[in-house]
């Protein structure tokens, strides 16, 4: 069978977990709209109804939060070793550290495979892999700033306490409300790379940490979550609304990709995008960074008229990236802290497809088309290397 490129458009799988309908500009988590959800649901009623299948009510709220909130500590064997992955490297990488020290809570804590676990025990490990994510990463940080990482806060949501544990300050309620949203609205999107890549190895059998660690290395790529600093420092380099115009022509013309623009499903306004902007514009409206918003803004439209423009029908929009550093530098989180802030999101993602491959399919072994030399092919004898019978 000869497929797309990328696989664009084949189906592989069912999943109940969500769905993103690229024509329409709507995404989904279990049918309920993504960013309906984002603009009034919190971080932890999006996680229970991932792995539940229905929101919870005020009391499995409360029980969850709780519990959630317990497990964010990190044992003494994964604290240990974030200093050293704090220093490794001339670049600070936190999420190169952030699989590491998942492999060794994996082996502290002896996560099994999926193949050989209870539903419980794999419910229980994806629930866990996804509450100390935000504890490792916002440590990281710290130590690599040469600070001392902070200790979670159970009377802190989760998107408070990845602020207060990155910053070291609690959050205004307009921070952190926009930080939860931006949260919510990127747990999920469909089988893109990083999710495919957590079911591949999930069908294999192996543990949770391992297909997130894979779901990491996918992630990091600047072509799929690696892009929200790049579009900031886009940002940058136009420096001034009148400048805008020629630095995409000569991208364009360099062949060179802009960030924060264009999506592999989209041919509408990417929706988060639609609502990082409103998030953008309301905390500039509040006095944070408004000359960025505003800015902002205006280079959206200008990119959008010139691409129209140099690449008609091509119908590029700005995505999830370009409002998504615009949100974060103006709820006080640094550049290299962007990524990884995605990360906290899409974790509770990736574990949910990780319990859905688990609970049933087979491996997920696809083909390749042979390109190479007509096989098989005559091996050229070498007369030094003359086999001769043993005596």
């Known amino acids: 069978m000869d497929v797309p490129a990328g696989l664009r458009d084949v189906v592989v799988t069912t999943t109940e977990l969500g769905d993103v309908r690229g024509g329409e500009g709507l995404y989904h988590y279990r049918g309920y709209s993504a960013i309906e959800l984002a ?13 539940e299948g229905r929101l919870p009510d005020p009391a499995e709220r409360a029980r969850f939060t709780e519990d959630v909130a317990a497990l964010r500590h990190l044992p003494d064997e994964v604290r240990e070793v974030l200093p050293a992955l704090a220093r490794a490297g001339d ?10 020290a998942l492999s060794l809570l994996a082996a502290a804590r ?11 025990r794999r419910r ?11 504890t490792i990463l916002a440590a990281l940080h710290r130590l690599r700033a040469g600070l001392e990482p902070l ?61 997130v660690a894979a779901a990491i290395g996918a992630f990091v790529g600047p072509l799929h979550g690696g892009a929200p600093d790049r579009a900031l420092d886009g940002l940058d380099e136009i420096g001034s609304p009148d400048r805008v115009d020629a630095w995409v022509r000569d991208k364009v013309r ?4 802009i960030m924060g623009f264009g999506h592999a499903v989209y041919r509408t306004e990417d ?5 990082l902007r409103d998030l953008a514009l309301d905390l500039g409206r509040r006095g944070f960074h408004p000359e960025l918003a505003e800015f902002a803004t205006t280079v959206e439209r200008r990119v959008v008229d010139v691409l129209a423009e140099l690449k008609p029908g091509r119908e590029l929009y700005a995505n999830v990236e370009f409002y998504a550093g615009v949100v974060m530098e103006q709820c006080g989180i640094p550049r290299s802290m962007f990524t990884p802030t995605f ?15 688990a609970a049933g399919g087979k491996v997920i072994r696809p083909a390749a088309r042979y390109v190479g030399p007509p096989a098989p092919r005559p091996l050229p004898e070498e007369p030094h290397r003359a086999l001769t019978p043993n005596r």
């Open 124 to 134: 229980a490990d994806a629930v866990l892999v996804s509450a100390v994510t935000p």
């Open 254 to 257: 360099s062949g060179d990709r």
């Open 151 to 211: 200790e979670p806060r159970a009377d802190l949501s989760a998107a408070a306490n990845w602020l207060y544990l990155v910053t070291g300050e609690v959050p205004d309620e307009a921070r952190a409300a926009a930080v939860q949203s931006y949260l919510v609205a990127t747990v999920d999107h469909g089988f893109n790379a990083s999710t495919f890549t957590a079911r591949v190895v999930t069908s294999t059998g192996s543990d949770v940490v391992s297909a």
């Open 343 to 357: 990360t906290v999101g899409r974790v509770i993602g990736w574990t949910a497809n990780v319990l859905e491959q």
């Open 110 to 120: 002896g996560l099994p495979p999926v193949w050989d676990a209870t539903p419980a």
């Open 39 to 51: 603009r009034t649901r919190t971080v932890e009623d999006v996680w229970f109804l991932f792995l």
């Open 91 to 100: 670049r600070f990488t936190p999420l190169a550290g952030l699989r590491t």
């Open 271 to 275: 929706p988060r995008a639609r609502m």
